[in-house]
């Protein structure tokens, strides 16, 4: 079965500062999908990749996969306050496509933004 | 963005009775949707899928009839537990896939606010 790490755990980072989360799949990945989580709360969908080498942008957050679709990073430019909360990685099974099946998660990475 | 929710937000229950828990896109139409559950500072577990109109697919180790599922229509999946056990008491989150039949586009899914239930 795949199994995704996530790293770090936890990070606490000063308001304005830039952060990178990383995500590392032992499997080759299908698809990628960034989520954010406030504890006890759902899930806010931030980003999706696919292909190898993609790479997108909203906002201040960035994610990319990695040409060997195995490892993906967000970065956070100018973190803020809002930014606080437990990020998430979620891969897509290939087993039969079209990102069908349910997702796998990472144990989370949960970002504290000193001010 | 899309827009799922879940009700109720919260339930406590007594041990041997079931509770629903409904799953609904409301501005989109979902084939699948998805049930997962998450004890504290834990990740999230896939349970089942739901496609609309055909029987649900459960994880290994996931009881198929103590967890119901039913994906009546393209915006509605409910999940019941069945007689409830303490152990039962958890998040349960679902995730609504909108709507395609390319085997090869990755869709994006979007989730519901989560039903926290404890079962006293």
């Known amino acids: 079965s795949q199994e995704l790490e996530q790293s770090p755990q936890s990070l606490i980072v000063q308001e304005g500062k830039n952060l990178t989360i990383n995500c590392t799949s032992s499997?080759?990945?299908?698809?990628l999908y960034w989520y954010k989580q406030k504890y006890g709360e759902g899930l806010i969908f931030l980003m999706m990749l696919q292909k190898g080498g993609e790479e997108k942008s909203h906002e201040k957050i960035t994610a990319k996969l990695d040409e060997k679709k195995q490892q993906s990073s967000l970065h956070i430019t100018a973190s803020q306050p809002s930014h606080a909360g437990i990020y998430l990685c979620g891969a897509a099974s290939s087993s039969s496509g079209g990102g069908a099946d349910g997702l796998t998660f990472g144990k989370g990475t949960h970002l504290i933004i000193q001010p | 963005g899309a827009v799922v929710s879940q009700h109720p937000s919260w339930v406590i229950c007594k041990s041997g009775t079931s509770v629903k828990i409904e799953c609904r896109s409301l501005?989109?139409?979902?084939?699948?949707m998805f049930w997962y559950r998450q004890f504290p500072k834990q990740s999230l577990m896939l349970m089942a899928t739901?496609?609309?109109?055909?029987?649900?697919?459960?994880e290994q180790g996931v009881e198929k009839d103590k967890f119901l599922i039913n994906h009546a229509s393209l915006t509605l999946s409910t999940l019941t537990v069945t007689s409830a056990h303490p152990e039962d008491s958890s998040f349960y989150i679902c995730?609504?896939?909108?709507?395609?039949?390319?085997?090869?586009?990755?869709?994006?899914?979007?989730f519901g606010p989560g039903t926290r239930l404890t079962v006293t």
């Open positions: 995730s609504a896939r909108s709507m395609g039949w390319d085997s090869f586009q990755l869709y994006e899914q979007y």
């Open positions: 499997k080759t990945l299908y698809g």
């Open positions: 501005d989109f139409q979902a084939t699948t």
């Open positions: 739901s496609n609309e109109g055909s029987k649900a697919t459960y």
